[in-house]
């Protein structure tokens, strides 16, 4: 069995006197694509700032290629690898699309790497090769996703956590990004989802946890949730 990278034990997130995340169990092993599935509010974006430090945890722990991380800042777990895509992208606006590629790399000093990369960048999203020189800030939502996912590829991440890429953006975008998805994980990125889209979440992953209320209610084999008629009453309108 493949090693696990991520491990979540009993974490516990609260904000403004709410309990947002109420104990959560999961993991995720080396090479999986692995879905957090929920209803809005359910704690799942909570749970990602958790992991990549930009929220305190209240209890439990987080490790990462088997060491705690808890209370360790964003911009470390980058540096071991640990990239995050957030919810609502996070461009810099005023920057152009190389430098916001640029900021990516931040953390590297390989130049001829650095180059290399930011043509298989290129090569996976041409629309942003297009564009290259124009300001973040007056793209499309669907660019700007395209953007942060560059940009977070550019760290070369050993785990990409994506937390909903798909939100707001036409279906021919959705279509896109999860395409890509796949690309990335196919080519040994581990990735951990989280997305509303349950359908294409599922459909897309090795294995899935849905989460309810700062709770997980249930896990398991992705296509085995994708057909429980729990789940798709619960998430697929069936």
């Known amino acids: 069995m493949a090693e696990t990278l991520l491990k979540v034990s009993m974490l516990k997130v609260g904000?403004?006197?709410?309990?947002?995340?109420?104990?959560?169990?999961?993991?995720?092993?080396?090479?999986?694509?692995?879905?957090?599935?929920?209803?809005?509010?359910a704690g799942k974006t909570t749970t990602m700032k958790a992991i990549t430090g930009t929220l305190p945890i209240n209890g439990?722990?987080?490790?990462?290629m088997g060491k705690s991380i808890k209370g360790q800042g964003p911009w470390d777990l980058v540096?071991?690898?640990?990239?995050?895509?957030?919810?609502?992208?996070?461009?810099?606006?005023?920057?152009?699309?190389?430098e916001n590629l640029q900021m990516g790399a931040y953390?590297?000093?390989?130049?001829?790497?650095?180059?290399?990369?930011?043509d298989k960048v290129f090569t996976i999203f041409p629309r942003l090769k297009e564009r290259k020189d124009q300001l973040a800030g007056t793209m499309s939502g669907g660019e700007q996703q395209?953007?942060?996912m560059g940009?977070?590829?550019?760290?070369?991440?050993?785990?990409?956590?994506?937390?909903?890429?798909?939100?707001?953006?036409?279906?021919?975008?959705v279509d896109k990004i999860f395409e890509v998805i796949k690309d990335v994980s196919a080519?040994?990125?581990?990735?951990?989802?989280?997305?509303?889209?349950?359908s294409r979440a599922l459909g897309i992953a090795n294995r899935g946890y849905v989460m309810e209320s700062g709770l997980i209610t249930m896990s398991g084999d992705a296509r085995a949730m994708l057909s429980d008629?729990?789940?798709?009453?619960?998430?697929?309108g069936e």
């Open 79 to 98: 540096k071991q690898g640990l990239a995050m895509v957030p919810e609502g992208r996070g461009v810099f606006t005023r920057m152009t699309i190389i």
């Open 229 to 236: 008629p729990k789940v798709r009453a619960a998430y697929l």
């Open 187 to 198: 080519q040994g990125v581990t990735i951990l989802l989280v997305e509303q889209n349950a």
């Open 107 to 118: 953390i590297r000093n390989d130049k001829p790497e650095i180059a290399s990369d930011m």
């Open 151 to 173: 940009r977070a590829l550019m760290s070369r991440p050993k785990v990409l956590l994506l937390d909903e890429p798909s939100m707001g953006l036409s279906p021919i975008m």
């Open 146 to 148: 395209m953007l942060a």
């Open 15 to 41: 904000y403004g006197g709410i309990q947002a995340v109420k104990g959560v169990d999961f993991e995720v092993r080396e090479g999986e694509l692995v879905s957090l599935i929920g209803s809005n509010g």
């Open 60 to 64: 439990g722990n987080i490790e990462y």
